[in-house]
């Protein structure tokens, strides 16, 4: 499929540079452009790769860094390239097929045009909304509840009496709904905590592959709605995380953790129990958080500080560091003297 450069802008919102007629085949990467595509330039990091680029057009956010070359001009160039995609690769709708090898008992509810993959399995008393599919090997507990046009990609594992909001995607080896970690000790011995809770996924969630999200002890663990946790991410039991979150891979929440709107994770962040942490909160790679932080605020190191504070430490340690090795020259000049 081509587009034309201004068939493009009108579906961005944006304003096409150029030649307007001419005609696009794909996006490409400003670092390793093709011929016949359009590129863009969301990080003016990447502003020497424009100068060589062999795609055809560029989106950019002001007209000067095109120098003559087409393009379109926008206010967030990788919107506008992930709007592009959606072009090119538009969503696969697996329609409404139903699977033969499929298992679905027959007190569960299935609305219109649900796809269920192979092997899939639909407990009792679950209900799945209309347009959402269920991939192959994925297993549904019972008394589950899935909204409209949510798409479970194969082997996923949903456990009694989750509850999945609208527009919910959910990668390979997830488990939603899993015992927490909970545990009393007496005599060095560890009774198990009956885990009688659920989980709450909101609308417009998205879960990476191989995560694993705890049911509450008591009550429900909860995901807010338009999070996206990426992929090896583990949400323990009681945890609430607010709306619009996103968490990067292999990070840890704590059972009872409260997280605010639109925080901020970046890869490896850890985060104690039963902690409170303040919405629009941003975390450095590999924090630590170890006690409760106010929100609008960027953290780093452990424990989590804030990021001027754990710079200014960090900047002090390397001083140490030079100043110990002055000190063993001078105990060596004085042993040798």
Known sequence: MKLTLSEIADHVDGRAIGNTSCLISGVSEIQDSKKETITFLGNLAYKKYLLKTKAKAVFVTDIKLLEGRNGIIV???????????????????????????????????????????????IMSGTKVGEGSFIGENTVIGQNVVIGSNCYFNPNVTIYDNSIIGNNVIIHSGTVIGSDGFGYVTE?????????????????DVEIGSNCSIDKATIGSTIIGKASKLDNLGQIAHNVKIG??????????????????????????????????????SIFAAKSGVTKSLSGGKVYAGYPAREIREHNKRQAIF???????????????????K
């Open 75 to 121: 206010k967030n160039p990788q919107l506008a390239m992930a709007k592009t995609l959606n072009l090119y690769f538009p969503s696969v709708n697996k329609g409404s097929t139903i699977h033969p090898s499929a298992v679905i008992n027959n007190k569960s509810k299935l609305s219109k045009n649900i796809g269920i993959g192979a092997n899939a399995i």
């Open 243 to 280: 709306k619009g979150c996103l968490m990067a891979a292999q990070f840890g929440i704590s059972g009872s953790t409260i997280i605010g709107d639109s925080c901020i994770f970046a890869g490896r962040v850890g985060v104690a129990g039963h902690l409170e942490i303040g919405p629009n």
């Open 318 to 336: 390397n001083k140490i560091g030079k100043l110990y090795n002055n000190l063993n020259k001078f105990e060596d000049f004085l042993l040798n």
């Open 187 to 203: 005599n060095n011995i560890h009774y198990k905590i009956p885990q009688t809770g659920n989980v709450i996924i909101e609308d």
